[in-house]
């Protein structure tokens, strides 16, 4: 079965810290690329950032820029999204997904994890 797996998410309080993953299970992630999109409550989904299969990384969030940091561990088979100083406004579900090549438009990306809630609160 063709999944990807996410985890890591969770309740941290504003200016922390967390580490979302994406492992994929039944295929390489080795020529896809991979984005991390996010949905927050009564919001379109919008991408967030994107590794290429080549390792090169888009952002498409100009309010994580400088917060998040995306990477691939291939011989893991994962890809990781680190979140530093996280924000109230950052709160929503995450999803990764796995395409061709990176864009904006989630329509691109043929495989989708199950999504993981990220909550930013005091």
């Known amino acids: 079965q063709l999944q990807l797996v996410v985890s890591g998410g969770g309740l941290v309080q504003p200016g922390g810290s967390l580490r979302l993953s994406c492992a994929a299970s039944?295929?390489?992630?080795?020529?896809?690329?991979i984005a991390w999109f996010r949905q927050a409550p009564g919001k379109e989904r919008e991408g967030v950032l994107c590794?290429?299969?080549?390792?090169?990384?888009?952002n498409y969030a100009d309010s994580v820029k400088g917060r998040f940091t995306i990477s691939r561990d291939n011989a893991k088979n994962s890809v990781y999204l680190q979140m530093n100083s996280l924000k109230p406004e950052d709160t929503a579900v995450y999803y990764c997904?796995?395409?061709?090549?990176?864009?904006?438009?989630?329509?691109?990306?043929?495989?989708w994890g199950q999504g993981t809630q990220v909550t930013v609160s005091s």
């Open positions: 997904a796995a395409g061709g090549v990176c864009g904006s438009s989630w329509g691109l990306y043929r495989y």
């Open positions: 039944g295929f390489s992630l080795d020529w896809y690329a």
């Open positions: 590794i290429s299969s080549s390792g090169g990384s888009t």
